[in-house]
């Protein structure tokens, strides 16, 4: 058990396109709107986290044109926010749309990002402590990976709306948003590799 929470540490500390976006939204719309993103994200983790654990996730993406359509889809979507992130002037957010994203933007998030996926499957598949009950070992873990998954998704959110609070120099703000869309890029490339490398 003790392997599984540092695995949950490790895997969920790297920034990935749920932390990125909620620091997004909290720089962009502040604390109430990020906080509905957030739960968003967190109920949508927890739905892959069961696709995964209940085996669906393996069904469907073993079917060639299913898989290759959702990755099409996320690559879209996150190379998307990328570009929203970095063309986004001199504010630190992604490009304000009409309204702040919400629960439901959240949970749109977790189901095509490649790196919940990733994450959930090492977790879910691997660190077996207890066989005799399965289903007593996915609700272990998904107390031990919410433990982890949470605060640090609200220390991201926070560094969001910290960002926003100190009204930087608008050089400094383009600097953070062209770093934010380089990482969201790499997820992109990453998530490419891993399907045809």
């Known amino acids: 058990m003790l392997e599984f929470a540092l695995a949950c540490l490790f895997l969920l500390i790297t920034p ?12 962009g719309f502040g604390y109430r709107a990020g906080f509905s993103y957030l739960w968003g994200l967190c109920a949508g983790n927890f739905l892959v986290g069961m696709a995964v ?4 996730a ?4 073993s079917i060639p044109y299913v898989r290759v359509t959702l990755l099409v889809g996320s690559v879209a979507y996150l190379t998307w926010l990328a570009a929203k ?4 002037g001199s504010r630190v957010a992604f490009a304000a749309p ?3 994203p919400g629960f439901r933007d959240g949970i749109a998030l977790q189901v095509i990002n490649p790196k919940a996926y990733a994450v959930n ?10 066989p005799a009950s399965y289903p007593a070992e996915v609700l272990t873990k ?5 433990a982890f998954w949470i605060p640090i998704h609200f220390l991201w959110l926070g560094a969001g709306v910290k960002i926003k609070q100190l009204d930087l120099p ?6 953070i948003n062209m770093l934010m869309a380089l990482a969201m890029l790499l997820v992109v490339g990453i998530a490419l590799l891993a399907e045809f490398g």
């Open 16 to 27: 990935g396109p749920g932390v990125l976006s909620v620091a997004g939204v909290g720089s």
């Open 53 to 56: 654990a209940t085996g669906l």
């Open 85 to 88: 992130i970095a063309l986004s």
């Open 142 to 146: 998904v107390i031990i990976l919410n």
């Open 58 to 61: 393996a069904i469907i993406f």
């Open 170 to 175: 608008a050089r400094a703000q383009r600097a």
């Open 121 to 130: 499957t090492a977790l879910f598949t691997g660190f077996a402590f207890l």
């Open 98 to 100: 009409s309204h702040a």
